[in-house]
């Protein structure tokens, strides 16, 4: 391989997904309510136990080690450590990160902590959530307290997982919690949000001075479906939303004029001008990539915008486009575009039905030829310049797949770990039944 000799490899997981969200003294988040709400996710399963992670933390860990990984990529609950999301500190909460780290730390691989994965606390989302201006000294505080408390161990941070995600898929599609569809809403989250990443960028600097800090924003390849001018403005406009929505407030503090403008009065209420607060310099930028998507123009479609679903590609078991070459474009586009100091794959896997064990193995041949493509896809984008120091598999266990629920529900078989989960801890549901 061609990739640098110290690129970092590991493996990611995220709070509500494997640790098992009862207990501990954790407050309730947002996944707990929408998922204990019926037809919400897949046959209406929820995080309650997840991996247990909580409790067999050291054996995951032994199993990293057992992996070799160099890094792991982790997410605080922040209903754990302040169960009312301000205030009050659950301190269990805290001693389980601590300790957490330390055992990571024996075992020479090092953390890297994502504060928001998408576990608001419930009685925050009830004072309006990242729809509230005050979300932003809300997560400074949460912000502060984590970083005093691990900050001396753990020097690698990452803001947000995938704002897109907490904005559109939580409060305009409403399939994520806290299932809202409401466009004025997803776009006033979306400015909290990303204003509250620069806001913790500067108290991660303030407490953690040698921190190299980040946000994971996650991009799908998107194709235009041919070269008719309105379907190349369809597919402009799409990255507008997906993209460069999120993109340009962290490195440029500015909005994209084009969807500003068919916004119109969707932004009503809104200081745009304060985004410019978003744009913090950050030592890496996290990527996450899974597929592609392509898109035509379709004038009854919402902004002209129709998703073209092509027959005959390969998909993996979640329906995702399996398309390598997009990552190789995204990472050489976000190097032209945004000139990221370095470039991290933050997460970047598939899905697919294990097949039962052998002799205790699973025998994965699809998910090992995704990401062999994958990872030749990173070597070619650092061949043409893009500066990716690291990859992060996800996931390193099959866990709750949000509202796909679990491997039952065609959720996350995503499992790099050999051994999966489901196969390696029968007695550890995924599921709380
Ligand atoms: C990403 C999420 C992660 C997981 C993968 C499959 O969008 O960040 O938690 O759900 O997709």
Known sequence: MSLPKDFVWGAATSSYQIEGSVGGGRGECIWHRFSHTPGKVVNNENGDRACDHLHLFRDDVALMKELGLHAYRFSTAWPRILPKGTGAINTEGLDFYDALVDSLLAANITPYLTLYHWDLPQALQDRGGWEN???????????????????????????????????????????????????????????????????????????????????????????????????LRAARTQDGFANRWF??????????????????????????????EAAQPIDFMGLNYYQRNVFA?????????????????PRTA???????????????RLKDDYAPAAILITENGAAYDDPAPVDGL?????????????????????????????????????????????PNGLGSCMS????????????RAFYSV
């Open 133 to 231: 201006p005050d979300s932003v000294q809300w997560f400074v505080e949460y912000t502060q307290i984590a970083a005093h408390r691990l900050g001396d161990r753990v020097k690698h941070w990452i803001t947000h997982n995938e704002p897109v995600c907490t904005a559109f898929l939580g409060n305009l599609f409403g399939i994520h919690a806290p299932g809202k569809q409401d466009p004025q809403a997803a776009f006033r989250v979306a400015h909290h949000v990303m204003i509250s990443h620069g806001a913790a960028v500067r108290a991660l600097r303030a407490a953690v001075p040698d921190a190299q800090v980040g946000i994971a924003i996650n991009m799908n390849g998107i194709t235009p479906a041919s070269d008719r001018e309105e379907d």
């Open 247 to 276: 993109l340009d407030p962290a490195f440029r503090g500015t909005y994209p004029e084009d969807i500003v403008a068919l916004l119109g009065n969707i932004l009503d209420g809104l200081d745009l001008a304060a985004i410019s």
């Open 297 to 313: 123009y379709d004038a009854g479609g919402l902004y002209g915008i129709k998703e073209v679903r092509l027959p005959d590609v």
């Open 318 to 332: 979640m329906g995702w486009e399996v398309h390598p070459q997009s990552l190789t474009d995204i990472l050489v």
């Open 362 to 406: 699973v025998n994965d041949p699809e998910r090992i030829a995704y990401y062999d493509s994958h990872i030749k896809a990173v070597e070619a984008a650092v061949a043409l310049g893009a500066p990716v120091t690291g990859y992060f598999a996800w996931s390193l266990f099959d866990n709750f797949e949000w509202a796909e629920a679990t």
């Open 416 to 427: 790099i770990s050999r051994r999966s989960n489901v196969h390696r801890r029968p007695a």
